[in-house]
């Protein structure tokens, strides 16, 4: 109940702080914010573009969350979904099979990919004692140039006047139903697995465990080194997954482009921190954050709010929810002892008889 209370408390500063900055600026609040909800959720449209990217952030934030919560540092996600992505693309170009037997060959691909990505980095860990936060980080440049490479030259589609890749076969696009993306259900089945798998197994047990207290958990006979090289590969496989979806997505463009997903993975990596323990929370602000950055756009079409200002309102959302979460144990001690401290004083006064 309190971490509820912290998260909706965060979530209404955040907004009212918005719209003090809105209207320093001139704009009107509650049209603007008005415009935002009604350009994510009140058309079919709308809400199937939300959902969509709701999926992509389910997919980064559990990456990012079961990293941090297992005490691996991945910032790797950008890099380990665009090899999720590149495998997942050119599978989709070259492959002209059944869609029944090709998608699922996309998806296990580019979750291999994200996965050994992200296995690098550990292996650099437990063999040469590099700090999983920096080269997690560096890999994320070695991804990057590499598909700049790739769709500059020998990938890049020639009828593009733009560097890019040629887009997949259509047959390869996951399809709709009830015009919301197949991505939005496969990540919520995939969000429940990861949820069962860390609450309900051994293994789950142990990487929180690990997350928590690493000595702790090596002294209680954990297999650490094991359990961190894990962690980072199914983080990886989360992040490849997602590049998956960014390629094979109805709503998305369907093909490679430079700096493809780099602010959703800035965006899962967030998602992470506000949520802190709660993987619940994980769902929670990804639909949240799919809502605020899709009316971004209908809300700077109808009101001139630059969409920019969803990137501040993600980021004070952020401060807000986590300053009351690390700061409201400390205030809630507080006033229990005080309130503690008052009622011994009345005691103390009550006359004897």
């Not at 650099?124 to 030259?153: D, H």
């Not at 993306?181 to 990487?207: C, K």
């Not at 009101?303 to 979460?325: D, G, H, K, W, Y």
């Not at 700061?327 to 309130?339: G, P, T």
Request: hydrophobic share 55%.
């Amino acid at each position: 109940m309190k971490k509820t209370i912290v998260v909706i408390l965060g979530v209404l500063l955040a907004f009212i702080v918005g719209a003090i900055l809105l209207s320093a600026q001139g704009y009107h609040p509650i049209d603007s914010y008005a415009s935002m909800f009604k350009n994510s959720l009140l058309t079919k449209i709308a809400l199937g573009n939300t959902l969509a990217r709701m999926a992509i952030f389910i997919m980064l934030g559990l990456s990012a969350y079961f990293g941090f919560n297992s005490g691996v540092s991945n910032l790797g996600l950008f890099g380990q979904l665009l090899m999720g992505a590149l495998v997942a693309t050119l599978i989709g170009q070259h492959m002209d099979a059944s869609p029944a037997i090709v998608i699922p060959l996309m998806l296990i691909a580019a979750a291999i990919a994200g996965g050994v990505y992200a296995g690098i980095a550990a292996l650099f860990r437990l063999g040469f004692g590099m700090n999983e936060f920096i080269t997690t980080l560096m890999m994320n440049f070695i991804a990057k140039y590499l598909i700049a490479y790739l769709v500059t030259n020998p990938m890049r589609d020639p009828n593009s006047q733009w560097p890019m890749s040629r887009p997949i076969l259509q047959s390869n696009v996951f399809s709709r139903i009830a015009d919301i993306d197949m991505t939005v259900f496969l990540a919520i089945l995939i969000f429940i697995i990861v949820f069962l798998y860390w609450n309900f197994t051994r293994r789950g047990y142990e990487f929180r465990l690990t997350g928590a207290n690493n000595l702790f958990a090596r002294l209680g006979g954990c297999e650490v080194n094991k359990n961190f090289f894990s962690s980072m590969v199914i983080s990886g496989v989360l992040a490849g997954i997602a590049g998956a979806f960014l390629i094979m997505g109805s709503t998305q463009q369907n093909k490679l482009i430079p700096n493809l997903g780099e602010t959703n993975a800035s965006d899962g990596l967030m998602i992470a921190i506000i949520s802190g323990q709660s993987m619940p929370s994980v769902f929670f602000f990804s639909f949240f954050f799919g809502i605020i950055q899709t009316g971004s756009v209908g809300m700077q079409m109808d009101t001139n709010v630059p969409s920019e200002f969803t990137v501040m309102l993600q980021a004070i959302m952020v401060l807000f929810v986590v300053a009351f979460r690390d700061y409201s144990e400390l205030f809630i001690n507080l006033i229990k002892a005080r309130s503690k401290s008052r009622k011994l004083r009345t005691e103390d006064h009550e006359p004897v008889y």
